[in-house]
């Protein structure tokens, strides 16, 4: 559960390359071609921004390759809560979300429940380094499903649902491939716990990844009490 990964240069800059499963198709020239999006994904999409991102975990293992100096992730504990809090409030004020003064409440208040939580079993977390500064992170939390009918009508028996949040990247280590190292490091996760799929809430800015690595749209809706 402690192990890390490490991701060591292979491609000059901005030339990552993500290996889509079958919903990628490769052209005559060896290329991917972007994968065929459901029609019916491309009219949600232009009725109104999806509020859930959803993809289930039947997708062979993603494979990447980095082009950055070398990345490590590992498996968070209770020491990490005061990062993964820190994360939490800065992806919320990034976004224009938070003003400074709830922010700071946010993350003050995140430490106790990480610590809480990565004790719990149901949650988890990555924390993602270069060097000696970290740099991203991310948090996965799985909670049994009953039995429910999946894409297209199938049959799906109690098994666990994935929640991903708190995925982030500090600003100036973005666009270098750590937040796609960081979810493909948590769907693996995922998948080794047998889960049936994976949701996430996604911005505008992160929804490019996300949709890459075959989510999308729900028609999730939420009141708050």
């Not at 990964?5 to 889509?20: D, M």
């Not at 009508?153 to 500090?170: A, C, D, K, T, W």
């Not at 979810?183 to 994976?198: E, G, I, K, P």
């Amino acid at each position: 559960m402690g192990a890390s990964v490490s991701i060591r240069p292979k491609l000059p800059v901005g030339r990552a390359l993500f290996t889509q499963g079958r919903n990628a198709r490769q052209g005559r020239n060896g290329t991917s071609r972007p994968p065929v999006r459901d029609k019916r994904v491309q009219a949600l999409d232009q009725a109104s921004p999806p509020c859930e991102l959803f993809v289930k975990l039947t997708l062979p293992q993603s494979s990447m390759l980095l082009p950055m100096a070398e990345v490590q992730v590992r498996l968070a504990t209770v020491e990490d809560a005061e990062v993964l809090a820190h994360q939490r409030s800065a992806m919320f004020h990034d976004m224009g979300l938070l003003p400074d003064g709830v922010a700071e409440q946010l993350r003050a208040a995140s430490v106790g429940f990480f610590r809480e939580a990565l004790a719990d079993g149901s949650w988890f977390g990555w924390v993602a380094s270069k060097g000696d500064s970290t740099v991203g992170g991310a948090v996965l939390h799985l909670t049994t499903m009953p039995p429910r009918n999946g894409p297209g009508g199938v049959f799906i028996p109690s098994r666990p649902q994935g929640l991903i949040m708190n995925v982030y990247v500090e600003p100036e280590h973005r666009r270098g491939g750590i937040a796609a190292l960081l979810m493909t490091t948590a769907l693996d996760f995922a998948r080794s716990r047998d889960a049936a799929s994976v949701t996430l809430h996604a911005s505008q800015k992160g929804k490019p990844l996300y949709e890459k690595m075959g989510f999308a749209p729900t028609h999730e809706m939420r009141l708050f009490l």
